[in-house]
């Protein structure tokens, strides 16, 4: 059987036709598309693999099909969207691309009823839906000088949010750490200071007791679980605080002399750590708008403001 893998690539790097070539028993493709770099598309060898998996129809979420050539392959697009990237490319879509299996023998020929999978990432407007709460909206509309104080740690979430759901596992920390250190730092840098002032924040106590309810709830059953027991969920929060502090310092800083790094397009390691993070931010943050939003200026605004929806239903009547 030999893999096709096709990555889609985002690029301004002209191409004017299409460019073939074989290295190390793979065959590469390049193609454009307008005479822009548009995707790679690599052919594996032959290689002989059980075929239980290619005879079903339809897999779970989780069914990996025995292939080995994928890690290898995804290892050097590693190196090469880095090389790629000063001539033009901005991403090579190294986790979401289409895999293609083909039979090399008349076996796999009649056995295999897999031909192909697709992996994709949810974005978050694909996403299932939250509660339908009209209300609030309006709210954030009416409460914005109020919420205002709370702009740069918002933005921080967000982007974090936007982080953790694209897999960017560590800016997402580095952005869900901002909030905390905004909201209770209390300006100080050194790590010391900075886990004092932690540990002396009720807010952010009541924010770790809620996130390891969330984050037990949300990763119970998976192969994570037992890393978020061992990081968070067992641990005090004296520890999970110095752990944060720590972690953040860590992952601030990158030298080819360090023993233990991080690479850039690896984070999944730093997955249980992002969540966990973000649910504390998710929490202190709801919780800070939240008390804006119930406050009798609040209410009183939303009470004096008709807003009528489609289906002809006035909010709060």
């Not at 895999?99 to 009823?113: A, I, N, V, Y």
């Not at 697709?118 to 709210?139: A, M, N, S, T, W």
């Not at 919780?287 to 009470?303: H, N, R, T, W």
């Amino acid at each position: 059987m030999r893999f096709r893998y096709t990555f889609n690539v985002q690029s301004h790097t002209r191409l004017n036709a299409a460019l073939q070539f074989t290295y190390d028993g793979y065959d590469f493709r390049l193609e454009h598309s307008n005479v822009r770099l548009t995707k790679v598309v690599v052919t594996s060898p032959h290689a002989e693999v059980p075929l239980d998996w290619f005879m079903l129809r339809k897999h779970t979420l989780y069914t990996e099909p025995p292939d080995p050539f994928f890690e290898k392959v995804q290892g050097w697009l590693r190196i090469i969207r880095g090389a790629f990237g000063l001539v033009g490319v901005a991403d090579i879509s190294i986790d979401e691309c289409l895999r293609e299996f083909f039979p090399s023998t008349m076996d796999e020929q009649l056995k295999m009823q897999t031909k192909s999978m697709r992996y994709e990432r949810f974005k978050r407007d694909q996403l299932p839906l939250g509660d339908h709460i009209p209300e609030r909206l309006v709210q954030c509309v009416l409460s914005y000088e109020a919420i205002s104080e709370y702009e740069i740690p918002l933005e921080f979430h967000r982007r974090g949010m936007n982080g953790q759901n694209d897999g960017r596992f560590v800016e997402a920390i580095v952005n869900f750490f901002f909030v905390l250190e905004y909201l209770f730092g209390g300006g100080q840098h050194r790590k010391t200071r900075l886990i004092a002032n932690f540990q002396a924040s009720p807010a952010l106590i009541e924010g770790l007791a809620e996130a390891r309810r969330q984050t037990f709830v949300q990763l119970r059953g998976a192969d994570t679980f037992e890393m978020f027991q061992e990081r968070y969920g067992n641990e005090t929060d004296e520890k999970v605080i110095t752990q944060m502090v720590e972690m953040r310092g860590f992952l601030h800083h990158q030298s080819v002399k360090r023993p233990r790094t991080w690479h850039p397009a690896l984070q999944r390691e730093y997955a249980v750590d992002a969540v966990f993070t973000g649910a504390v931010s998710q929490y202190v943050l709801s919780k800070a708008v939240g008390e804006i939003l119930a406050s009798d200026e609040a209410m009183a605004k939303l009470a004096a403001t008709p807003t009528v929806q489609s289906d002809a239903i006035q909010l709060g009547k």
